[in-house]
């Protein structure tokens, strides 16, 4: 099993920025791509970035080029740093994991961190 703990989200002005941080804990020898998502309210939950086990990283188009996401293998951590923040960003942000042994995959959820943007 892996736990996710997410973290840094807050309240932050149009333009401006947070990093967020996701901690992953337990059987996390095995974890292929961590990656991010987000839901607003009313909407379903969209991917926003990716970051598979040897750095290569993949983003909603919405997000690139304002967002990064980066990856500390040793310390089984995962972050968002995200730029130039818009209200349509606002979102609660969940930090996900796929354990990948052979043919057996299994995803992994944290439990959300609020991101409001907002004047």
């Known amino acids: 099993q892996v736990r996710l703990v997410e973290s840094g989200g807050g309240l932050v002005q149009p333009g401006g920025s947070l990093r967020l941080s996701c901690v992953a804990s337990?059987?996390?020898?095995?974890?292929?791509?961590m990656e991010w998502y987000r839901q607003a309210p009313g909407k379903q939950r969209e991917f926003v970035a990716l970051v598979t086990k040897g750095g290569s990283s993949n983003y909603a188009a919405s997000v690139k080029g304002r967002f990064t996401i980066s990856r500390d293998n040793a310390k089984s951590t995962v972050d968002l740093q995200m730029n130039n923040l818009q209200p349509e960003d606002t979102a609660v942000y969940y930090c996900?994991?796929?354990?990948?042994?052979?043919?057996?995959?299994?995803?992994?959820w944290g439990q959300g961190t609020q991101v409001t943007v907002s004047a």
């Open positions: 996900k994991a796929t354990q990948r042994v052979l043919d057996d995959e299994q995803d992994h």
């Open positions: 337990g059987s996390v020898w095995n974890i292929a791509e």
